[in-house]
C-alpha cells in the first residue's frame, strides 16, 4: 500500500492536537494506505519521517502556532516530493495543494473538501442522577457561557447541579491565569440554595473527558458572540455520549444548530431541551462515525493521489 504521514505536534492540552489525534485514530485503519500517525516539533523531526517513509502525501493538523516550523521554504522545498494536504482550522493557509474543512456543512471544490466529525467511542457507564446535573467544559478564552450557564440553571430550577470544567490551555494560558479567573466568575454568580456549582481544573484524558460529560444529564455550550471560529470540538465529546446537548446560536455550533427540535437557549428552555433528549442528535451519531470519517479521507486521498 502507498503511504501517507500524518503529521500533528506533541502538546496534549490543546484543542488542535485533540482535534488531529482523534482523527487519525480513526483513519490509521485505512485499508487502501498505510497511514503513519506521528507528533513532531521540529524541522529536523519532519525531514526525518518523510525520507525515512516516503510518503506519496503529508496531511498536516495545521495551525500556525503549533508548526512554527513549516515555512513556505520548507514547503517549496517537499513540493516535488510529495501532495501536501492541510487540515484547515479556521486560519488562511497558503502552500498547500490541497485542504481538508473541519466544518461538514462547507462545499467541496477543486481545492478543498469538508470531512464528517472525529467522533469517539464511549463504553462507559451513565450514572443516574436524583437531580438535574448540568455540565460543560472547555478553555477559558472567549465568551464560554460559564456563568450564563449557572444563571439559566438558578433561573429554571430549584435544585440542580452545575458541573464546569475549565482546563489550563498550553498555548495561551499555561499558568491557568485565566481559567482561574473564570472559575472565580463562576462561584460569584448568586443562585438558590439547592443549586450546587462545581469548578475543576485537572487535565483531563479522552476517557475522562468523556466519563465526566456521560456523568451530566445535559451538556450545555453557551458561547457569546458569533465568530469566525471553526465547528468546535467540544461538541465531539458530548455527541459521543450521547446526552442531551444545549447551545446558542453561535458560528462554532453551525454544524448542529439546525435541529427539529431546537437545541438552541434562544429558541428552547433548558428543561425542554433536557426532556427531548438526544432525538434531535441522532442523525450526527449516524453521519459522523469513525467509519464515515475514514471514508472519507480514503475518497480524498485517492483524488488527490490517483
Not at 102 to 120: C, I, K, M, N, Y
Not at 149 to 177: C, K, M, P, Y
Not at 196 to 222: G, P, Q, R, T, Y
Request: hydrophobic residues 35%; charged residues 20%.
Amino acid at each position: 500500500m502507498r503511504n501517507i504521514l500524518f503529521l500533528n505536534h506533541k502538546v496534549q492540552n490543546c484543542g488542535v492536537y485533540q482535534y488531529g489525534y482523534r482523527t487519525s485514530q480513526a483513519i490509521i485503519k485505512s485499508s487502501k494506505f498505510n497511514i503513519t500517525y506521528v507528533e513532531i516539533d521540529s524541522e529536523a523531526e519532519f525531514q526525518h519521517y518523510t525520507q525515512s517513509l516516503a510518503p506519496i502525501a503529508v496531511i498536516y493538523n495545521y495551525y500556525p502556532s503549533t508548526m512554527p516550523w513549516l515555512t513556505p521554504k520548507v514547503q517549496n522545498e517537499s513540493r516535488s516530493r510529495f501532495k501536501q494536504i492541510a487540515i484547515f482550522h479556521e486560519v488562511p493557509l497558503t502552500g498547500f495543494d490541497y485542504h481538508i474543512y473541519v466544518d461538514p456543512t462547507t462545499t467541496e471544490d477543486a481545492t478543498h473538501s469538508p470531512v464528517g466529525r472525529p467522533l469517539l467511542k464511549f463504553n462507559g457507564i451513565y450514572q443516574e442522577n436524583k437531580v438535574p446535573v448540568f455540565g460543560t467544559f472547555g478553555f477559558a478564552f472567549g465568551e464560554k457561557g460559564y456563568t450564563r450557564l449557572i444563571q439559566l440553571v438558578n433561573s429554571e430550577f430549584d435544585e440542580a447541579i452545575v458541573n464546569i470544567h475549565i482546563a489550563f490551555a498550553n498555548f495561551g494560558d499555561a499558568a491557568g491565569t485565566i481559567a482561574r479567573s473564570a472559575a472565580a466568575s463562576c462561584r460569584s454568580i448568586d443562585h438558590k440554595p439547592g443549586i450546587k456549582v462545581n469548578v475543576s481544573h485537572e487535565f483531563m484524558s479522552n476517557d475522562e473527558i468523556l466519563d465526566f460529560l456521560a456523568s451530566n444529564s445535559l451538556n450545555a455550550f453557551l458561547y457569546g458572540t458569533a465568530s469566525n471560529r471553526g465547528p468546535a470540538s467540544t461538541i465531539d465529546y458530548a455527541l459521543s455520549v450521547k446526552r442531551p446537548i444545549a447551545i446558542t446560536k453561535n458560528n462554532q455550533f453551525i454544524h448542529i444548530r439546525t435541529t427539529s427540535p431546537s437545541i438552541c437557549v434562544e429558541e428552547n428552555s433548558l428543561s425542554a431541551i433536557l426532556e427531548n433528549g438526544t432525538k434531535p442528535l441522532e442523525r450526527f451519531y449516524k453521519a459522523w462515525s469513525n467509519e464515515n470519517l475514514l471514508q472519507d479521507y480514503e475518497r480524498i486521498l485517492s483524488k488527490i493521489c490517483g
